[in-house]
């Protein structure tokens, strides 16, 4: 009985290969499929730890910013910073911050 379930399946197997083969469809489709889908992951995995680095460079600019501005008034420095720039860049940063979120948040959903 054993032997028999096994030459069934051979049979079928070849079959399967058969249909493949006048489908035009690799062998190798389903594993094909599975490397593709395992390599999403990691790459999302990668996308989330930059927005984690993104955003943990640009917190620290800021807390960098704010202690600049403490030793110069500590020490009595007029910073000569142009205000209406640094209002730009912050809104820029910000954007940009907002868009990697939004993106973020679009991978995790289609994982």
Request: proline share 1%; hydrophobic share 40%.
């Amino acid at each position: 009985m054993k032997n028999n379930n096994n030459e069934v399946l051979l049979y079928k197997k070849k079959d399967i290969i058969a249909i493949q083969k006048k489908l035009g469809i690799n062998a190798n489709a389903n594993q094909t499929a599975i490397y593709q889908n395992k390599k999403v992951k990691p790459l999302a995995d990668t996308y989330e730890l930059l927005l984690n680095l993104v955003e943990e460079i640009y917190n620290l600019i800021l807390y960098l910013k704010e202690n600049i501005m403490a030793i110069q008034k500590e020490l009595g420095i007029i910073g000569y910073t142009n205000q209406k720039m640094v209002k730009e860049t912050d809104k820029n940063a910000r954007a940009y911050l907002q868009k990697f979120d939004y993106f973020k948040c679009g991978i995790k959903k289609n994982l």
